[in-house]
């Protein structure tokens, strides 16, 4: 209730003709209400935890990802390896970070690909309009169409599997939504008047798209990202599984999975659940988020 | 209603021409000829323009295009020379199998994630409202390889109850009676469509919930039992259907998925033997396959709702 008496307090100090209080923006009423999200809040933590699992793990843990040694195949977790080691005496814990790091370089790396490209593209053709904007928007029904694991694995398989080629082959199937959402948020933007009157002052389209239409239009793609993250997370995932990975000395969560899943009736739980639990707790949370985003950018299931 | 359905039509029509010629060039840039497969690593530069030459793959792109486009009209789905078998025919042995394992997993999670939302929304925040939430956001984030994997570990290696593998058989009959092998491919597919249909029908149910026709009802005296029934369930499971016709691409990855992991002979796994023998016929008409039927899934789901929906159809 903190806020309510907060800006009546700022009304108070404009009735008395002082200094004029900021109002505060969207931005930060969105961020208030994000806050206040349970899950939100517990989401965003997994994901913290997992960036610095990821990153910082390996500088604090180390643990030798190179060399494979036979002697130490399939042991359970100890002292000395707190996960267990793998099929070729990796150990395990380690081998999580180096997987997390591939997951979600990849996984941010392919959102921020596919809303660039669903950004450009939903606002150039919401300004458009009439037959091209037709013309984009059946372009975009053709991408969402065509199955994206397929394609996805059918380019792993051809262009061998890298962090970078992951990347641009998810995002390059993944930013029809995107580009649905602004190509929306277009439509009403262009009508209002402060288009109208950036246009009367002789702004380009480009000058229109970059500087009028896509920030005002940002809400709907921030809210996507996330979403964006999740779904690449997972979709490395089934290509690690399927086989068609990282190559050594990396390697993806599936690809772990998949190993481990050689063994189930040899009982070395270590090798499925500790990484099922990442992949698992990692898209939780960046759902978890999305979600919060959605309800603090939607302003009718904003508390006043 | 008639020039919606029939502007529907004439924009699929123009979506599964633009989708096949997008596959078609995709993967004639990746692939532009299996010479290689067939005449295999030793042959010659010359031996490999001979055979492409005398097969037609040497010809403008177009061509090859309105070719194979022809040949599909035909019922030529193309030849996989890594299997030295037609493409329709080894289509045709096993669609049935995996149209089954797709279809009576999609029942299987519409029985169970319909009643299931409207209970939730019905009692929303209740213990059991929110032990179905976690549940779903738990089997919305997962794998659906991981998944079957703690299916198998729980219920086919811990406790024996059902078989790990699923059934080799070629015959349909066999498969569909085949309960001990089949349970946990069928629940593996059905539980991760589970997840996004409750989530949804949960929200769908709180919106009717909230109309005025609910009022209506309850303050005219109606019994809660019939409010459900006749107005709740109705209105709310409509949507439905579009959701089914949007879950296909999930499916069909799922069922590639699905039938790798259980060594299930279906067409998804047929796909995966294809990328590793590099069978691109394969891969071509089942990638063209899967989008037509996500194409035609969602016009008749669209279609569906038109006729079943007054709202729209009288618009």
Partial sequence: MTDISGGAFEMQRMHDGGEVGAIQSGWRLALREFSSNRLAVIGFAILIFFV??????????????????????????????????????????????????AALEIGFFAAFVAIVIGT??????????????SAMMRVVDIFLSVPFLFVVLILAV????????????????????????????????????????????????WRLISRHLIPNALGVVIVNVTFQVADAILAVSYVGFLGFGLHFPNVDWGDQLSDGSQYLQDGYWW??????????????????IGDALRDAMDVRLRRR | MVSYLVRRLVTSIIVVVGVSI????????????????????????AQIDAWNKSNGYDDPVVVQYFRYVGGLLHGNLGFSYTN???????????????????????????????????????????????????????????????????????????????NFEATQSTSLWVVI????SMTLPIFTLALISVAAFSRYMRSASMDVLAQDYIKVARAKGLPERLVLT??????????????????LPALLAGNLITESLFNFQGLGLLFFTSLQKVDYPVMLAYTLAGAVLVVVGNLVADIALTVADPRIRLA
């Fill in chain 1, 52 to 101: 610095l699992f990821s990153f910082v793990g390996p500088l604090i843990y180390h643990t030798n990802q190179l060399d494979t040694s036979l002697t130490q195949v399939n042991l359970a977790p100890s002292g000395a390896h707190l996960f267990g080691t793998d099929t070729n005496g990796f150990d395990e814990l380690g081998r999580v970070m180096k997987g997390g790091q």
């Fill in chain 1, 120 to 133: 450009l593209w939903g606002a150039a053709s919401g300004l458009a309009g009439g037959i091209v904007d």
């Fill in chain 1, 158 to 205: 051809k262009f061998g599997a890298t962090v970078l080629s992951l990347s641009l082959v998810i995002g390059g199937f993944a930013w029809q939504v995107p580009a649905r959402l602004v190509r929306g948020e277009v439509l009403t933007l262009r009508e209002r008047d402060f288009v109208l009157a950036a246009r009367t002052a002789g702004a380009g389209s």
């Fill in chain 1, 271 to 288: 090798l499925i659940y500790p990484v099922g639990a990442c992949i698992v707790l990692t898209v939780m949370a960046l759902n978890f």
């Fill in chain 2, 22 to 45: 997008f596959i078609f060039l995709l993967l004639h840039a990746i692939y532009p000829s299996p010479a290689r497969q067939v005449l295999g690593l030793s042959a010659r530069p």
């Fill in chain 2, 84 to 162: 030295n078998q037609t493409v329709f025919a080894l289509f045709s042995e096993r669609v049935a199998r995996s149209a089954y394992l797709s279809g009576i997993s999609l029942v299987i999670a519409v029985i169970i994630a319909l009643p299931l939302g409207i209970f939730q929304a019905v009692k929303r925040n209740s213990i059991g409202d929110n032990v179905a939430t976690s549940a779903a956001f738990i089997l919305y984030s997962m794998p659906s390889f991981f998944l079957g994997l703690i299916l198998i570990q729980v219920l086919a290696i811990s406790l024996p109850v059902f």
């Fill in chain 2, 177 to 180: 009676g085949d309960w001990h």
């Fill in chain 2, 230 to 247: 006749r107005h709740l369930v109705r209105n709310a499971s409509l949507p439905m259907v579009t959701l089914i016709g949007l879950s």
